[in-house]
């Protein structure tokens, strides 16, 4: 069993940056893939970005890239969601996730085992 807790959420204005925190106390999970997902009201849950923890290999939605980055601390067993230039649709509940997807399938919701209790990220125009 994986628990994953999820911090830095907030209310933001666009253009302001943000940085989501995805902790694993007293795991020594290691070798999963990490994903942060996120899910806008009224809309299904989506792929943001995920990180291969061994390697460090990293993938982006297309409506991040170049925005965000995702980030591990192998001491802290921690990931990281750096958000730059928020913009008002990027306004969701944002979800860490931990799994062992086969290659290609990091953006898939269920090829993920372990869920966060998720954030909530607003930001306004």
């Known amino acids: 069993q994986v628990q994953l807790v999820e911090s830095g959420g907030g209310l933001v204005q666009a253009g302001d940056s943000l940085r989501l925190s995805c902790a694993a106390p007293?795991?020594?999970?290691?070798?999963?893939?990490r994903g942060w997902f996120r899910q806008a009201p009224g809309k299904e849950r989506e792929f943001v970005a995920a990180?291969?923890?061994?390697?460090?290999?990293?993938y982006y939605a297309d409506s991040v890239k170049g925005r965000f980055t995702i980030s591990r601390d192998n001491a802290k067993n921690t990931v990281y969601l750096q958000m730059n230039s928020l913009k008002p649709e990027d306004t969701a509940v944002y979800y860490c996730?931990?799994?062992?997807?086969?290659?290609?399938?990091?953006?898939?919701?269920?090829?993920?085992?372990?869920w966060g209790q998720g954030t909530q990220v607003t930001v306004s125009s």
């Open positions: 996730a931990a799994g062992l997807p086969s290659y290609g399938t990091w953006s898939r919701l269920r090829e993920y085992d372990y």
């Open positions: 990180i291969i923890w061994t390697g460090g290999s990293t």
């Open positions: 007293g795991s020594t999970f290691r070798t999963d893939t």
